[in-house]
């Protein structure tokens, strides 16, 4: 299993990137993908997931609004458009599959920095 993130970078509050996690080695249109983010100091925090078909998403309530998670199961990719940046939002992002309850796969993680 691989996971590569793609698209973080240095912005402006209010400013907007797209993250792409491009995923390898497993059926990818079978499961759920799930973006994280953590912060220096702070616990690594669910941020957004997406169902294996893409038709349910959810959000932790910071984002709501702002974060759209999606998904090409024809690209083998998931993306996480961040709109309305917020220097809170500077973190790592991860993105993350649960192949089973004891199979978890990570990515290598993409910076996002939000400063003015």
């Known amino acids: 299993v691989q996971l590569v993130e793609s698209g973080g970078g240095l912005v402006q509050p209010g400013w907007s990137l797209r993250l792409s996690c491009a995923a390898s080695?497993?059926?990818?249109?079978?499961?759920?993908m799930s973006w994280y983010r953590q912060a220096p100091g702070k616990e690594r925090e669910l941020v957004a997931a997406?169902?294996?078909?893409?038709?349910?998403?959810n959000y932790v309530d910071s984002v709501k609004g702002r974060f759209t998670i999606s998904r090409d199961n024809a690209k083998n990719t998931v993306y996480l458009q961040m709109n309305s940046l917020k220097p809170e939002d500077m973190a790592v992002y991860y993105c993350?599959?649960?192949?089973?309850?004891?199979?978890?796969?990570w990515g290598q993680g993409t910076q996002v920095t939000v400063s003015s």
């Open positions: 993350n599959v649960k192949l089973a309850a004891r199979d978890d796969y």
């Open positions: 080695g497993f059926t990818f249109s079978r499961y759920a």
């Open positions: 997406i169902s294996s078909a893409g038709g349910r998403t």
